[in-house]
């Protein structure tokens, strides 16, 4: 008998986590990704304890710990290079269960696509959503080719779209990013995220000479982080105020210069090695969050999860990491529906929207905060923030830790529900994934 089957529309993080976790349940997945590629995408990426747990119910976990670099001390520094607040990596497995480990985005993403069969992601094969389905009729999904149109009324650039082909689900996951498609689809009126103020830099280069304990550095209006990666390689961001859209004229590592070049050791040395063979490439990135929640993670047959579901400023590093947990959940309330899916798949999308809703939009708002602290500007202002987050790190070590309770502490649903016979039934309820 058939497996039903789903049909998730991006490869990015979340939705291979998605893919991973609803094949390992039973079901036929196949993932559309518009890019021609998966090697070498993006830069680093940070999966603290929660996103660890979450990859363990699909057998990645052990091996992305052991890709964990960070070993005794880290914290947060001025741009002139003094410690306003320092923690362990001890303390932070201690309080959390588990270490924070930064990785490679394309090593990750390999291991997600090792968990599925061969020819379940296709490359080049972007996608729209044609129909959500609903009780008793299958979701649709046209692949086919897409090009730029001429700019809409509000000088935003819109796409045209001429499908080729068109795919029936009986689930369909929208995991297409921060501007996704197929959330306009389902919630038109909706305002979509938008702008922090904050633009991003991130490259992963060579490790330079340089000793150095992994750290954030705060200065007026702009953050920087370095942390080492396996494989002798160093993965660093920056992030400053800046114009939504803009580009650099004389290339971004340039623009890095200019902004961070004067700032402590590692990070010049760190922008030296940016420009040598073996580096990647800048990466620029404006930063959205969104400020306004969805009135549902799903509709029809279609759920959403990740940033085009819950988009937020990576100031907590949880992006990646709430997008995991979206997958496994999704997976989970969906329960192991083989030999083919339920004809209404409404009460098991709502569980998940339920869930998955209030816990993200939480983590929007905590980093919208983190976002905004980071973004103060007057020398007034940023000598107060210093002081304080000083202060309160001398009188309660590992203080710093505290922005991460209830974040990192989480659990995924029980194994017992994810190998249950189905959602939405009293013997098979998850556990929630709160933290205790």
């Known amino acids: 008998m058939n497996a039903p089957r789903a049909v998730v529309i991006g490869a990015g993080i979340g939705g291979l986590t998605a893919a991973a976790a609803l094949h390992r349940h039973g079901w036929s997945v196949t993932v559309l990704e518009r890019s021609p590629a998966l090697a070498a995408v993006g830069a680093g990426i940070g999966l603290a304890p929660n996103a660890l747990r979450a990859l363990d119910t699909i057998g990645v976990g052990d091996d992305v710990r052991a890709l964990s670099m960070w070993q005794n001390e880290g914290g947060l520094r001025r741009p002139d290079g003094r410690w306003v607040t320092r923690t362990t990596s001890e303390a932070f497995a201690e309080r959390f269960g588990g270490p924070l480990v930064v990785a490679h985005r394309a090593t990750l993403v390999d291991l997600l696509v090792s968990r599925l069969p061969a020819g379940a992601v296709r490359t080049e094969a972007p996608a729209a959503l044609a129909d959500p389905g609903g009780p ?31 795919i029936e689900a009986d689930l369909v996951v929208g995991a297409d990013g921060i501007h996704s498609a197929v959330r306009r689809t389902l919630f038109p009126q909706h305002p979509g995220p938008r702008y922090t103020g904050l633009t991003a830099w991130r490259v992963v280069v060579p490790a330079p000479d340089v000793p150095f304990a992994p750290h954030e550095t705060w200065g007026r209006g702009a953050v920087w982080g370095t942390s080492p990666l396996h494989n002798d390689r160093i993965y660093a961001y920056g992030a400053a105020i800046a114009p939504a859209g803009g580009t650099s004229p004389d290339g971004e590592r340039a623009e890095m210069l200019r902004r961070f070049g004067s700032w402590h050791q590692p990070i010049p040395a760190v922008l030296a090695a940016a420009g040598a063979t073996g580096s990647g490439p800048v990466l620029r990135h404006d930063l959205y969050e969104t400020a306004q929640a969805l009135p549902a993670f799903h509709h029809g047959r279609v759920a959403l999860l990740g940033d085009a579901a819950h988009a937020m400023a ?123």
């Open 136 to 166: 008793g009729r299958p979701a649709r999904v046209t692949v086919g080719a897409v090009h730029d149109a001429e700019n809409g009324e509000a000088g935003e650039k819109t796409e045209q779209f001429a499908g080729a082909e068109e």
């Open 314 to 436: 990576p100031m907590l590093g949880q992006g990646g990491c709430q997008a995991i947990e979206d997958g496994v959940v999704l997976a989970a309330y969906l329960g192991c529906p083989a030999p083919a899916a339920p004809a209404d798949l409404t009460p098991a999308l709502a569980a998940y929207s339920a869930e998955r809703l209030p816990r993200t939009m939480d983590v929007v708002r905590r980093s919208a905060r983190m976002c905004r602290a980071v973004a103060l500007s007057s020398r007034p202002a940023v000598a107060l923030r210093t002081a304080v987050i000083g202060a309160l790190g001398r009188f309660a070590p590992h203080a710093a830790l505290r922005s991460f309770d209830g974040i990192a502490d989480w659990q995924p649903p029980s194994p017992a529900y994810a190998a249950g016979t189905g959602a939405g039934t009293d013997e098979a309820e998850p556990s929630r994934g709160t933290s205790p």
